[in-house]
């Protein structure tokens, strides 16, 4: 029987493991990341000249306005140079560090958890793997949201509007919604932690029907995993997606600065000004960045934590050669201090 990594490595060295292979991959595709949320957040405006019932009505467009993913690349290296294509990596590096350390924290701990109470269950069925994650995602959402609301607004940020992390918090914090404007989009972001724990829900399952009874998988079989998975959930999420990153957002031009209060808020003016089908906005870059991220992300985490293992072993072996020998010589001095037994 395969041994299980949780018992190899302990809860923080698997959250240790997740959050760096989670910082390479984001990294690597960060542009896409910035590209997919101006796509998301931007809005097309209804020509006022044609009649605003009709769904095929040509359509305004606004201010730096992009039509897909290849153009909103070539539009901000344009306007804001390379430079533009990396505005808020920090924060953003800081945020997926923080989350997926969290998630992974949490998610092997309730997972160990469950095993321990299941102990004639070798392997979790689907609706159970859903559930631990989701509850993974939720622990782990609502200590690290601020990051992703400063990350949100730092990636709308054009040139001449740049600020820092500090000073886009500080803005945050200067708002009309104070303090809790750290957490805008916090229901929203609970109910996409089904995002998550579809995507390591999907990750367990196809990991156990195509490489059944396989703990340490190559790179390539956990970076096909885990595009298949982020894909799946990707598509079943998207307007999730999309409304929470506009609730995050700077409201636009249209509501004079008012802010969107609640998820079915968003979710209303969306469709009422775009129509149904923009709820799927950035659709492109948003799975394109999901797949490279998750495959990466796996790919990096099994190797890392196939490392940590070897690098656990290897402590645990010197420690236990310690105290081999600490006890060895205790038994010593004992055996020495012991009165000489005459014949």
């Not at 590209?35 to 020509?47: A, G, W, Y």
């Not at 019932?53 to 539009?75: G, M, V």
């Not at 609301?149 to 200067?174: A, C, F, H, P, Y």
């Not at 105290?323 to 020495?336: D, I």
């Amino acid at each position: 029987m395969p041994v299980q990594k949780e018992a190899l490595l302990p809860s923080w060295g698997l959250a240790l493991a997740g959050a760096t292979g989670a910082v390479g991959a984001n990294a690597i595709v960060y542009p896409l990341d910035i590209v997919k949320t101006r796509l998301q957040v931007q809005v097309r405006k209804r020509d006022t000249s044609t009649s605003p019932a009709n769904p095929l009505a040509p359509q305004k467009l606004e201010d730096h306005h992009y039509e897909s993913t290849l153009h909103a690349i070539s539009k901000i290296m344009e306007d804001e140079g390379l430079a533009g294509l990396y505005h808020g990596i920090s924060s953003s590096l800081v945020g997926v560090a923080s989350t997926n350390f969290a998630y992974f924290y949490w998610y092997s701990i309730v997972r160990t958890l469950y095993l321990k109470s299941t102990p004639q269950s070798l392997n979790t069925s689907t609706p159970v793997e859903l559930s631990l994650g989701a509850v993974a995602g939720a622990l782990a959402q609502l200590f690290t949201i601020p990051i992703s609301v400063v990350t949100t607004r730092q990636q709308m940020q054009r040139r001449s509007e740049r600020k820092g992390l500090s000073d886009t918090t500080r803005e945050i914090l200067n708002s009309e919604d104070g303090v809790s404007g750290l957490w805008r989009g916090l229901k929203a972001s609970l109910v996409l932690v089904v995002n998550p724990s579809i995507t390591y829900g999907a990750y367990q399952r196809l990991k156990d029907i195509i490489f059944p009874g396989k703990t340490n998988l190559r790179p390539w079989e956990a970076f096909f995993l885990g595009a298949c998975s982020k894909s799946l959930a990707t598509l079943v999420t998207q307007p999730l997606i999309v409304a929470k990153v506009r609730l995050q957002s700077k409201p636009p031009p249209e509501r004079n600065g008012k802010p969107f209060k609640t998820f079915n808020e968003v979710l209303a003016y969306t469709i009422e000004h775009e129509g149904i089908l923009s709820l799927f906005k950035g659709i492109g870059p948003q799975l394109l960045k999901g797949l490279l991220v998750q495959g990466l992300l796996m790919m990096f985490k099994e190797r890392v934590e196939l490392l940590f293992i070897v690098l656990f072993t290897y402590v645990r072996q010197i420690r236990a050669d310690r105290l081999k020998k600490a006890a060895e010589a205790a038994a010593q001095k004992v055996k020495e201090a012991s009165p000489v037994m005459l014949k």
